[in-house]
């Protein structure tokens, strides 16, 4: 199955961990420090943030649910 690609900020949190929870992967692009980068999220009874520098493990949908909003990833 091909990831879900999307722009951060471009979708709803509460739809992009609905995706994560079908099995679908979500990559990312965003912007750090003028540059564009690639995130991707996944979940296989964990939750993966994987960024270009270090990879954010979530045990739970409320905390990766916080990690997309803090890093605006997603949208409220």
Partial sequence: MEPLVVDAGEADV???LDVLEDGRRVVV????LGESHEVTLRYDGVWYCDTPTRLHKHDSREEMRT????????QE
């Avoid at 692009?29 to 750090?32: G, I, L, V």
């Avoid at 990690?67 to 997603?74: F, K, N």
């Fill in 67 to 74: 990690c997309l909003e803090r890093q605006g990833y997603g």
């Fill in 29 to 32: 692009r965003t912007q750090f």
């Fill in 14 to 16: 509460e739809a992009l």
